[in-house]
Structures are given as structure tokens and as C-alpha cells.
């Protein structure tokens, strides 16, 4: 028994949800090993070294594995594999994990279990369906379990107190069939969606996309990122990549503010795993309520800056 | 594709087998409905000369393909995957069919959602294009094909990224590569009239046997409503004693 994590990192730091994943190796049983490729990433081996929990990190350098190109990094992960015979290999259930581990595990003939929420034994796990509505306890007679690890169902692994040993792997032959350009981070100083500890979102009762700035106001003050429902995203007041929903980002923070939203259940699927959740509607009736811990039914352009006021004492 | 409709309650069977499908609202899995419209806007820029519209599935899943027609696809291939077979169909089993297809139709590019709304899995696109040994260019919110490369630019974590990829390759669509269009009533005539071919899994050397088996299906724990609080005042006291702010 013995699992590969495969790191994401930009070189210089390592991407927290793989700090989830390696906690998530570590309830498997049996040794855990942390595959780092990048073009130059000393810094994140260092970092590695000391996370919990990590005995062995494998190490691969060259130009290729520039923006983690998923044809390049699955030929090397299948030599990685075919020398160490690991019986699990997981990542992050991030953008980065989701779109390499399937092509890994299709070219080990293997079907892979995506973005486990909970692991019963070594061969079974727990994951969401329909966007959070129904849960599947799934068995993987795989040869080779390949999966992802939702961020927030595991633990943050410790980054202190490790001290794991790393080697170098040889890289593979480049393939040479796509090419990374460029990365155009949203530049923001608030936290990003589905990782903020806050999420403060807006629905078609904030009537314009101007009055997002409501919401901008009471984010800033709690470090928050901000949200929205299909209907505010249909209604042309924000973008899309805001949407939280089924369609669209699953969040699960520690404080869910619903602002003017009236709860649909395409919405509900996308937040109702959050710890806390908090609505403010004018209509008593909104559904929102029905899931929300403290509900407050007022007029939103009144109390969300009252809010804002009140949390600035 | 077909899912159940996005908007309907999904309930789970009381043995805990699986969702109640039966009598259930059915549509085509939203995201594939966003990559057929791309592939058909391809076409009417003349970048590709057929658009061709793949679903397995049960009978029902023709229903999906002449929505796909009505977008504006020229032909369909329905490949017929029905009863137990169809309940275990995972991912993988859909990449080896769309792989088989693509290189009897001498596909150069393939379309697909980027993960299907019923079980979220997220894989059929990265699977087919490491099937054929092709690149993928995954959670597109931008294509543009140029010669025998695709620009693509895709939605990752806090941001987008563009890469630029050979063909053929397998792309697949995030929400905001573009809006899909209403079928109208004179494409749906016209559609009864384009041809659905039928294939089955074993006519492309496809074995369907699944290593994945689903032990039990249950109900997420409930959310209970919590209480009305009166005031905003009343509202920030109550989170700073619950921690949250």
C-alpha cells in the first residue's frame, strides 16, 4: 500500500489544496509520496519536506513541465508509476488535478473516482452527485485507484515537523503537442471563490450590477470573496465566472452571506455545505430561508451597509 | 448527453440504489448543450465542414441528438447502450466509444461538456484525448481554431490561462464559451429530417465492463432552518459569538 500525491505549485509555492490531498493519502494507510514537476522548484520541495505526513518526495525538473501541461505530465507520471508500483494516486480535486488525473488514469486503463469527499476504506469512497444533492459511496476495483480530493472535506496536512527525503526522476521526452502562453490571474485583493473562508453573494434583488458595490463594501471587511446567483449572472449584473450554483463554482466557507437571493435549488446545490449561512431578503417567504441559519428579513440597500458599518466598529 | 432537467429536486430511491430517473424531467447536460453551439458556430464560420452529434445511451438519448440537430449538427450517431450495461456506463467506457468514433468518422476535433451535471465526474474529455493520444484543451471559455493548432483559453482557479494545442484535438466547455441558441420551431421540422445512424458499443470493440460499482446512493444531511433575527445589529452580535466574523 503506498500512494502518489502529485503536487501543483508555480514554482515558488505549492498550492494549498494539495496539502488537503496529502492528508487525504495519509487515511489511506502506508507510505506517501509527493511527486513535484515543474522547470525549477527547489523552493517547493523545501516546502514539501516539511509537511506531515509525506515520506518520499520525487522530484522533476525540465522546460517542458512549463504550466503543467497535462501531455507532459502524464507520460511522467506513468514512468513514475511503473518504477514504484503505487497502489493510489490522487490530487487535488482543483482545475489543475481535474484535468490531469483522468488522463492518467485513462492511459492505466482505470477509471477514476473525481472530487471524494470522504474515504470509507482503501478501495471505497464518498463523493457528490448532482452538485451536492445526493451522496455516492462508490467501490474501486481498480488495479490502481486514481482520484481527486475535495479541498474542503480533508484537513490542511501540518507544514511543520516533516521530513521527508526527495530524489530526482528523469524527466520524460517532451511531447511537444500543446503549449502553455500565458495565465491572467483575476487580479483582486479579495480571496477567490472556492477558497474563501467568507463568501458574501448577491441575487437579482440587488437590481443592478452597480449595486454589487454593496457587496464589495461588506466583503472588504471581511476578507470576503463575492458571489452571485444564476439570476443576478443572467440578469447581466456580474459576470459568470461569479456564479455559484450547480452551473456554476461549489463553495463551502465558513460564512455564507445570501444577499437578495431568493434560493433556488440550482443555487442551493452550489452553498449549502457551507458552515455558516446567513440571508437577508425582503420576502419572508424566499426559500433562502429554509437553509439559513440566521435569516434577516429586511430591505437589502438598508442592511447590507448597516452591516458593513457595524462590523467596521 | 442526457441528465436529469437542472432545475428539478433530485430524491433518492428509499433501497439507497441510486436517484429516481423515472417520470423525471429529462434535458440535455447543459454544458454539452454549450459545446454543440460551439461546434456549430465552427461550422458556420466554415473552420469545420460536418458537426456531428454523439450521445449512448437508452432509446431516449435520440431525444437528445435531435435537440443537437435542431441547434444545428448535420447528422447523429446514437450509440445504443441500454439496461444494466447503461447503469454502470462510467466515463471511461464513454471515452473508449468516443475514441472508436473519432477514428472511424476521421474526427478532427471533439467537443465535449466539461462534466455532465448528474455525476460530476469531470473526465470523459481528459480520458478520450489520452485514449487517442491527442491534446486536450479542457474548461474552454475561448476557441479559436487556427490551421492545425486551437487557441484556447480556459478557466482555472482564480483566473484563465491559454494554451495553444495541435489537432486533432479534444476540447471541452465551461460555462462561459458562449450562449447556446433556442432550437426554433422551423430547425426542429427540419431536424426529423437529418439521419441518426446506430451504433452499438460492440460494433466499435468497445467492452463496457466497469470496475467501479456503486455501493449505496443516500441522502446528503439536512439543513435545518435556523432562526429569524430581528435586527442587523442582532445579526453581527450573533456571528461574533458564533466565531464567523
Known amino acids: 500500500?503506498?500512494?502518489?500525491?502529485?503536487?501543483?505549485?508555480?514554482?515558488?509555492?505549492?498550492?494549498?489544496?494539495?496539502?488537503?490531498?496529502?492528508?487525504?493519502?495519509?487515511?489511506?494507510?502506508?507510505?506517501?509520496?509527493?511527486?513535484?514537476?515543474?522547470?525549477?522548484?527547489?523552493?517547493?520541495?523545501?516546502?514539501i519536506s516539511k509537511v506531515q505526513g509525506v515520506k518520499k518526495i520525487l522530484v522533476a525538473q525540465h522546460e517542458s513541465y512549463k504550466g503543467a501541461l497535462p501531455e507532459e505530465l502524464t507520460p511522467l507520471i506513468l514512468e513514475t508509476q511503473k518504477q514504484f508500483s503505487f497502489t493510489h494516486i490522487c490530487a487535488g480535486a482543483s482545475a489543475f488535478g481535474k484535468n490531469l488525473l483522468p488522463r492518467v488514469a485513462a492511459k492505466l486503463?482505470?477509471?477514476?473516482?473525481?472530487?471524494?469527499?470522504?474515504?470509507?476504506?482503501?478501495?471505497?469512497?464518498?463523493?457528490?452527485?448532482?452538485?451536492?444533492?445526493?451522496?455516492?459511496?462508490?467501490?474501486?476495483?481498480?488495479?490502481?485507484?486514481?482520484?481527486?480530493?475535495?479541498?474542503?472535506a480533508f484537513e490542511a496536512a501540518s507544514v511543520e515537523?516533516?521530513?521527508?527525503?526527495?530524489?530526482?526522476?528523469?524527466?520524460?521526452?517532451?511531447?511537444?503537442?500543446?503549449?502553455?502562453?500565458?495565465?491572467?490571474?483575476?487580479?483582486?485583493?479579495?480571496?477567490?471563490?472556492?477558497?474563501?473562508?467568507?463568501?458574501?453573494?448577491?441575487?437579482?434583488?440587488?437590481?443592478?450590477?452597480?449595486?454589487?458595490?454593496?457587496?464589495y463594501d461588506l466583503a472588504d471587511r471581511l476578507n470576503a470573496a463575492v458571489g452571485a446567483s444564476r439570476a443576478a449572472v443572467?440578469?447581466?449584473?456580474?459576470?459568470?465566472?461569479?456564479?455559484?450554483?450547480?452551473?456554476?463554482?461549489?463553495?463551502?466557507?465558513?460564512?455564507?452571506?445570501?444577499?437578495?437571493?431568493?434560493?433556488?435549488?440550482?443555487?442551493?446545490?452550489?452553498?449549502?455545505?457551507?458552515?455558516?449561512?446567513?440571508?437577508?431578503?425582503?420576502?419572508?417567504?424566499?426559500?433562502?430561508f429554509q437553509v439559513a441559519d440566521y435569516g434577516l428579513?429586511?430591505?437589502?440597500?438598508?442592511?447590507v451597509p448597516e452591516m458593513t458599518e457595524a462590523l467596521s466598529k | 448527453m442526457r441528465v436529469i432537467d437542472y432545475a428539478v429536486k433530485i430524491r433518492v430511491k428509499p433501497d439507497n440504489s441510486g436517484v429516481v430517473t423515472d417520470g423525471v424531467k429529462h434535458s440535455m447536460n447543459p454544458f454539452c448543450e454549450i459545446a454543440v453551439e460551439e461546434a456549430v458556430k465552427l461550422k458556420e464560420k466554415k473552420l469545420v465542414k460536418e458537426?456531428?452529434?454523439?450521445?449512448?445511451?437508452?432509446?431516449?438519448?435520440?431525444e437528445t441528438i435531435r435537440?443537437?440537430?435542431?441547434?444545428?449538427?448535420?447528422?447523429?450517431?446514437?450509440?445504443?447502450?441500454?439496461?444494466?450495461?447503461?447503469?454502470?456506463?462510467?466515463?471511461?467506457?464513454?471515452?473508449?466509444?468516443?475514441?472508436?468514433?473519432?477514428?472511424?468518422?476521421?474526427?478532427?476535433?471533439?467537443?465535449?461538456?466539461?462534466?455532465?451535471?448528474?455525476?460530476?465526474?469531470?473526465?470523459t474529455g481528459?480520458?478520450?484525448?489520452?485514449?487517442?493520444?491527442?491534446?486536450?484543451?479542457?474548461?474552454?471559455?475561448?476557441?479559436?481554431?487556427?490551421?492545425?493548432?486551437?487557441?484556447?483559453?480556459?478557466?482555472?482557479?482564480?483566473?484563465l490561462e491559454t494554451i495553444r494545442i495541435n489537432t486533432p484535438a479534444v476540447l471541452t466547455a465551461d460555462l462561459r464559451l458562449n450562449t447556446p441558441r433556442y432550437a426554433t420551431l422551423p430547425n426542429i421540422m427540419k431536424a426529423k429530417k437529418k439521419k441518426i445512424a446506430n451504433v452499438k458499443p460492440a460494433d466499435l470493440g468497445v467492452d463496457l465492463t466497469s470496475r467501479l460499482e456503486v455501493l449505496r446512493v443516500d441522502e446528503p444531511p439536512q439543513r435545518l432552518a435556523g432562526m429569524k433575527v430581528e435586527t442587523v445589529e442582532d445579526l453581527v452580535a450573533k456571528l461574533k459569538d458564533a466565531g464567523r466574523v
Not at chain 2, 450509440?79 to 468518422?105: C, W
Request: with cysteine.
Open chain 1, 1 to 47: 500500500q503506498s500512494t502518489l500525491v502529485v503536487a501543483e505549485h508555480n514554482n515558488d509555492k505549492l498550492t494549498p489544496i494539495t496539502l488537503n490531498a496529502i492528508t487525504a493519502a495519509g487515511k489511506l494507510g502506508g507510505d506517501v509520496s509527493c511527486l513535484v514537476a515543474g522547470t525549477n522548484c527547489a523552493k517547493v520541495v523545501e516546502e
Open chain 1, 109 to 152: 486503463d482505470v477509471a477514476p473516482v473525481s472530487d471524494i469527499i470522504e474515504i470509507k476504506s482503501p478501495d471505497t469512497f464518498v463523493r457528490t452527485i448532482y452538485a451536492g444533492n445526493a451522496l455516492s459511496t462508490v467501490k474501486c476495483n481498480e488495479p490502481v485507484k486514481v482520484f481527486t480530493v475535495r479541498g474542503t
Open chain 1, 161 to 215: 515537523g516533516g521530513s521527508a527525503a526527495s530524489e530526482e526522476v528523469a524527466s520524460t521526452a517532451p511531447t511537444g503537442v500543446s503549449e502553455w502562453l500565458e495565465q491572467n490571474l483575476t487580479k483582486s485583493d479579495r480571496p477567490e471563490l472556492t477558497g474563501a473562508k467568507v463568501v458574501v453573494s448577491g441575487g437579482r434583488g440587488l437590481k443592478s450590477g452597480e449595486n454589487f458595490k454593496l457587496l
Open chain 1, 234 to 288: 443572467d440578469a447581466g449584473f456580474v459576470p459568470n465566472d461569479m456564479q455559484v450554483g450547480q452551473t456554476g463554482k461549489i463553495v463551502a466557507p465558513e460564512l455564507y452571506i445570501a444577499v437578495g437571493i431568493s434560493g433556488a435549488i440550482q443555487h442551493l446545490a452550489g452553498m449549502k455545505d457551507s458552515k455558516t449561512i446567513v440571508a437577508i431578503n425582503k420576502d419572508p417567504e424566499a426559500p433562502i
Open chain 1, 297 to 303: 428579513v429586511a430591505d437589502l440597500f438598508k442592511a
Open chain 2, 51 to 62: 458537426v456531428v452529434a454523439v450521445s449512448c445511451g437508452p432509446q431516449q438519448s435520440q
Open chain 2, 67 to 123: 435537440t443537437a440537430l435542431a441547434m444545428g449538427a448535420d447528422r447523429g450517431i446514437h450509440v445504443e447502450v441500454s439496461g444494466k450495461d447503461y447503469e454502470s456506463l462510467g466515463p471511461l467506457q464513454v471515452s473508449k466509444i468516443m475514441a472508436a468514433l473519432a477514428k472511424k468518422e476521421e474526427a478532427q476535433l471533439i467537443i465535449l461538456g466539461k462534466q455532465a451535471i448528474d455525476d460530476d465526474c469531470n473526465q
Open chain 2, 126 to 159: 481528459q480520458m478520450t484525448a489520452a485514449l487517442l493520444d491527442w491534446p486536450q484543451g479542457t474548461f474552454a471559455s475561448e476557441v479559436s481554431l487556427d490551421g492545425d493548432n486551437v487557441k484556447v483559453v480556459r478557466e482555472i482557479d482564480g483566473g
